[in-house]
Nanobody, 114 residues
Framework: VQLVESGGGLVQPGGSLRLSCAASGFTFSRYHMSWYRRAPGKEREFVAYISSTGDTTSYADSVKGRFTISRDNAKNTVYLQMNSLKPEDTAVYYC????????WGQGTRVTVSS
């Protein structure tokens, strides 16, 4: 099982980034997918969720209206489009797959700074 995040980097406040998480080693289309993040000195927190079929999504209040989660089951990939980024969005972002068992990626770092 592998979850590999990419797309992180340094961006100015107000900018955008698109994170990707490529999955392998399990039946991706059966798994609900989520993004979490851990900011420096803080606990890991939930960011966004998408159901296995993509029909249902949910977001943390702090990112609602700015972030969009999506998935492509043909490509075994989940995405997180992040717009209007703020310095408080700085964190390591992790994707997670859950269907009974929960799997985690290694994370990709996002830094929002001028």
């Amino acid at each position: 099982v592998q979850l590999v995040e990419s797309g992180g980097g340094l961006v100015q406040p107000g900018g955008s980034l698109r994170l990707s998480c490529a999955a392998s080693g399990f039946t991706f289309s059966r798994y609900h997918m989520s993004w979490y993040r851990r900011a420096p000195g803080k606990e890991r927190e939930f960011v966004a969720y998408i159901s296995s079929t993509g029909d249902t999504t949910s977001y943390a209040d702090s990112v609602k209206g700015r972030f969009t989660i999506s998935r492509d089951n043909a490509k075994n990939t989940v995405y997180l489009q992040m717009n209007s980024l703020k310095p408080e969005d700085t964190a390591v972002y992790y994707c997670s797959a859950q269907y009974g068992t929960q799997y985690w990626g290694q994370g990709t770092r996002v830094t929002v700074s001028s």
